[in-house]
């Protein structure tokens, strides 16, 4: 979660298979690029090519964020910075909270979106959600990890 320009960004990754098989391409140039430089005694183009190669992918890799807009929007930024979702907000029936992840559920459809998130992005990002006048759907917590600290805070308003 980082506040920029005074929108608040809440980071996500794909499903870990894809993560693992991403990260894990976009570490092969610099390993390329080691071996090359290993194999000269001067740092060829070749080297500063995969370097800058691993550089962008870097940076395609961490452009995946949520932001959520006062008019009831949420923008779903992914790798793809010439594509970004845009989601009413009133449109998502449920959002699912397991440990490592989150899915939307959009305009009553059965397969929902997956996203990985770590614990306090996701905290804040599903509070954010909730608390939005636009939220019409349900958050369901899906772990049995009823007790950890943000998971008893919704247990704790059902009661009340």
């Known amino acids: 979660m980082i506040k920029i320009f005074g929108k608040v960004r809440y980071h996500w990754q794909p499903d870990l298979s894809l993560l693992i098989i991403y990260w894990s391409l976009s570490v092969i140039p610099i390993f390329v690029g080691l071996a090359l430089m290993y194999e000269s005694s001067r740092v ?24 959520i807009y006062e008019d009831g929007t949420l923008r779903i930024i992914t790798a ?37 998130m770590r614990k306090w992005p ?3 990002f599903v509070n954010a959600l909730a608390l ?7 958050v369901e917590l899906l772990d049995n990890f009823i007790h950890i600290d943000y998971f008893e805070t919704y247990y704790g308003n059902q009661s009340k």
Do not use: W
């Not at 060829?44 to 949520?66: A, C, E, K, N, Q």
């Not at 979702?85 to 397969?111: E, F, H, M, N, P």
């Open 44 to 67: 060829p183009t070749l080297v500063l090519f995969s370097f800058f190669l691993f550089m962008v992918l870097l940076g395609i890799g961490v452009h995946r964020y949520f932001t």
């Open 122 to 124: 996701k905290k804040y």
């Open 80 to 116: 793809n910075p010439f594509t970004p979702i845009k989601v009413a907000i009133s449109t998502i029936d449920k959002v699912a909270v397991t440990k490592t992840s989150i899915t939307l559920y959009t305009d009553g459809k059965d397969k929902g979106r997956t996203f990985c």
């Open 132 to 138: 939005n006048e636009h939220f019409q759907g349900e």
